[in-house]
T-cell receptor, first 112, second 113 residues
C-alpha cells in the first residue's frame, strides 16, 4: 500500500526567507508525486507534479520540488516566501491504480 | 468557464437525516472522486468512479453512497449510518487514461446539529 508522511504539522517562516516542506512517500514502484496547496475553506490547487524525467520539478507561484528516489522524498522549496503563501500544503502519491494518497498536511504561517 | 462546482458551500443537518452533496464538472473528465477532510488527517478517499455507471469504494466508504448516471455528475449521499459526518467534503475529477493530476472543487462543509 502507498503512503505519504509529512513530518512537519506547522511551520512558521519570516516573509522573504526560504522555505522547505518535507514529504516522504512509500510505494513499491515508480511513484507519481504531487504537491497541492489549500487556503482556508477552499479546494486544493495543484502546485506541481512529478511523473518521470528530470527530478527537479518547477511549479506555479515560484515553487519547486526535487524527487530523490534514494531517500523516498519529494520536498517542496521556495527561495523567498510571500505573505500570500500562508496556507496548508499537501503532498500526495499516486500508484498505478490512479488513486491519490495524501499526507496529513503542513500548515505554513508567514510572519512579517 | 470550465471547472468543478460543489453545492451547497455550507450544509447543516440534524442527526438521523440523509443528505446529498452535489458535484458537477464541465471538464469532460472521465474519473471523479469524493474525499473527506478532517483537521490533522489530510484527505481520505470515500468513493471514486472511473466511468459512467461504475464506481468503487475508497478507504472510508461506510455510511456513504454515490451514483454516476451522467459523466458530469457524481453526487454523494451521507446517510444516517455515518457515525461522525461533520467534515469538509471535496470532490475532484481527472481525465481518463494517461498520467494526469486531479482537479478539485471548492468543497462543502457539512455540520450535523
Amino acid at each position: 500500500a502507498q503512503s505519504v508522511t509529512q513530518p512537519d504539522i506547522h511551520i512558521t517562516v519570516s516573509e522573504g526567507a526560504s522555505l522547505e516542506l518535507r514529504c516522504n512517500y512509500s510505494y513499491g514502484a515508480t511513484p507519481y508525486l504531487f504537491w497541492y496547496v489549500q487556503s482556508p475553506g477552499q479546494g486544493l490547487q495543484l502546485l506541481l507534479k512529478y511523473f518521470s524525467g528530470d527530478t527537479l520539478v518547477q511549479g506555479i507561484k515560484g515553487f519547486e520540488a526535487e524527487f530523490k528516489r534514494s531517500q523516498s522524498s519529494f520536498n517542496l522549496r521556495k527561495p523567498s516566501v510571500h505573505w500570500s503563501d500562508a496556507a496548508e500544503y499537501f503532498c500526495a502519491v499516486a500508484g498505478g491504480n490512479e488513486k491519490l494518497t495524501f499526507g496529513t498536511g503542513t500548515r505554513l504561517t508567514i510572519i512579517p | 468557464d470550465g471547472g468543478i462546482t460543489q453545492s451547497p458551500k455550507y450544509l447543516f443537518r440534524k442527526e438521523g437525516q440523509n443528505v446529498t452533496l452535489s458535484c458537477e464538472q464541465n471538464l469532460n473528465h472521465d474519473a471523479m472522486y469524493w474525499y473527506r477532510q478532517d483537521p490533522g488527517q489530510g484527505l481520505r478517499l470515500i468513493y471514486y468512479s472511473q466511468i459512467v455507471n461504475d464506481f468503487q469504494k475508497g478507504d472510508i466508504a461506510e455510511g456513504y453512497s454515490v451514483s454516476r448516471e451522467k459523466k458530469e455528475s457524481f453526487p454523494l449521499t451521507v446517510t444516517s449510518a455515518q457515525k461522525n459526518p461533520t467534515a469538509f467534503y471535496l470532490c475532484a475529477s481527472r481525465p481518463g487514461g494517461g498520467l494526469h493530476e486531479q482537479f478539485f472543487g471548492p468543497g462543502t462543509r457539512l455540520t450535523v446539529l
